[in-house]
């Protein structure tokens, strides 16, 4: 080769990199972390990915420490059906660990009003003694929507995007948009179901899910709930929050520990400003062509960015929900429940204060089996504000041990809003909201699947054409 090839390749190589898309993401969270993935696998080397994250990665998947084991502090189990968080966890090599099922009681505060058993079948004749044809037009009503779910995987596998949630949920089915003005007892009362099975059972799942009521849920987000109270629940061996570490290092994404102040738009692209708001030297202000933010932006998160140089200005409607999650070492006492044989997990029904949503017995998450724990006895509590001591006292014996992990946990649900309370995934060309998926449903599984939609759209906005079609490209070649 002489140097006028030599001169000719650096230039081409320079060029190419000059002409690499500079990709900003907001969020270390399950958003973020597949956003930068997805945009990787789509636009492979031709983009420079960086990701900022203010704290931890992983966001709202978290463990805490108690006596030497971890346990899942935040999202925890994930469905089997849930085809973007099963792809990645097989794809980023991480194993799976089946979500323990021990027993559990429906609590009205005073008793337990159901008690399950450690024989599945006899679970399922309690069930029906006490909630009779219900309990089949629950499984019926679920795998129904889970149905109509599934189309849209294909539909994203083949490029499709959409700039709402509301035409997101549409593609998936016209009627799941409908759902997002309906409260869900409602919606189930209108599909048949009795009094007594939404003010217990579902109640408790709700509760459990998403610290609200059922007549405070709309349908959707209540039934992707209730689909995850059922037995077809995994988790990732050794926490969820890998699944966040390892999709940031396989995506290539440089990874700066900083907050996002400002997004700000300057005609063809835009600078992110970061630092802590008290240093003002600490601030540096980087350049990019697409801007994702993966971090919920409601007028009560602390860290939500300053938005500069948008036509007009944005608003993101609604609070999330405040959710204390306490760690207890201690033995449940019998009498508040007015049992001696206390089960595994306490859920409460309509008829409980709101100072409680659900109890449940815990396993570390680098465990399969709740036989390694011997004598150790640890409860994951919810409740809507902090666990007062007395409440402690009462509800577990000599109550030694405990850690208290408090969240914005998921949105305020208020289906009065339907599918108006939808927000958008494009804000202009090349900026995109991801967080806004939660007002459909907030879950992993909404997140990663937010983050496809996005990879998308911004792919086609930037080549003017539809993507490539990821299932025709081997792994290896991503
Ligand atoms: C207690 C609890 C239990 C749950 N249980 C389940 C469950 O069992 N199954 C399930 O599927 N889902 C569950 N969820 C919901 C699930 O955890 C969330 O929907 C999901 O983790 C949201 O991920 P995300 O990336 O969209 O947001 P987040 O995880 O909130 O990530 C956003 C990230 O952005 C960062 N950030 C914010 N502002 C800035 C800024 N200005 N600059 C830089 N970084 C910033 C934050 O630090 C955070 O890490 C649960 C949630 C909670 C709290």
Request: negative net charge; hydrophobic residues 40%; proline residues 4%.
């Amino acid at each position: 080769m002489n140097h006028c090839h030599w001169i000719a390749l650096i230039l081409s190589l320079v060029a190419a990199r000059v002409a690499a898309v500079k990709v900003g993401i907001v969020g270390g969270g399950i958003g973020g972390a597949s956003t930068a993935l997805y945009v990787r696998r789509l636009f492979g080397d031709d983009a420079d990915i960086e990701l900022f994250e203010m704290g931890r990665l992983g966001g709202r998947l978290a463990v805490e420490e108690l006596d030497g084991h971890r346990y899942e502090a935040g999202g925890s189990v994930i469905h089997t059906k849930n085809r973007c968080m099963m792809e990645l966890i097989e794809s980023l090599g991480l194993q799976t660990k089946p979500a323990m099922g021990g027993t559990f009681g429906l609590w009205n505060g005073r008793e337990l009003v159901f008690t399950s058993s450690t024989w599945s079948a006899i679970t399922s004749a309690k069930l029906l003694w006490r909630y009779g044809s219900d309990v089949f037009r629950l499984r019926r009503l679920l795998s129904a929507t889970l149905a109509k779910f599934d189309g849209i995987y294909s539909l994203l596998d083949s490029g499709a995007a959409y700039d709402t949630v509301e035409d997101l949920i549409m593609a998936m089915d016209p009627s799941l948009v409908k759902l997002t003005g309906l409260p869900l007892s409602q919606y189930l009362k209108l599909s048949g179901f009795q009094e007594g099975f939404i003010s217990e059972l579902v109640t408790a799942v709700t509760l459990n899910n998403y610290g609200q009521r059922p007549d405070r849920l709309h349908a959707l987000v209540g039934l992707v709930g209730l689909a995850g109270a059922g037995d077809e629940l995994t988790s990732v061996l050794g926490g969820n929050y890998q699944v966040v570490e390892r999709a940031v290092q396989q995506s290539g994404a440089s990874l700066r520990s900083e907050r996002v102040l400002t997004v700000e738009f300057i005609g063809e692209s835009f600078l992110v400003t970061t630092g802590w708001a008290a240093e003002s030297d600490s601030r540096q202000t980087r350049s990019f062509d697409i801007v994702v933010v993966a971090a919920p932006q409601t007028e009560d998160q602390p860290s939500r960015v300053e938005w500069l140089g948008l036509p007009a200005p944005l608003q993101f409607p609604g609070t999330y929900h405040q959710l204390s999650v306490t760690f207890v070492e201690a033995k449940l006492r019998g009498d508040p429940f007015s049992t001696s044989t206390v089960p595994d997990d306490i859920f409460c029904t309509a008829g409980c204060s709101d100072e409680l949503n659900s109890i449940g017995s815990q396993t570390p998450v680098n465990e399969t089996s709740k036989d390694v724990l011997g004598d150790l006895s640890v409860h994951k509590v919810f409740s809507n504000s902090a666990l007062g001591k007395e409440l402690l006292q009462r509800l577990f014996v000599d109550p030694q041990r405990q850690e208290e992990v408090s969240w914005r946990a998921y949105p305020q649900y208020n289906p009065r809003l339907g599918p108006a309370g939808l927000g958008n995934f494009t804000i202009i060309n090349n900026l995109y909201y991801l967080s806004s998926v939660e007002q459909a449903a907030s879950a992993m599984e909404m997140s990663a699947l937010a983050a496809r939609n996005v990879a998308n759209m911004a792919y086609t906005r930037w080549y003017n054409r539809s993507p490539p079609d990821l299932r025709k490209i081997k792994h290896t070649e991503l």
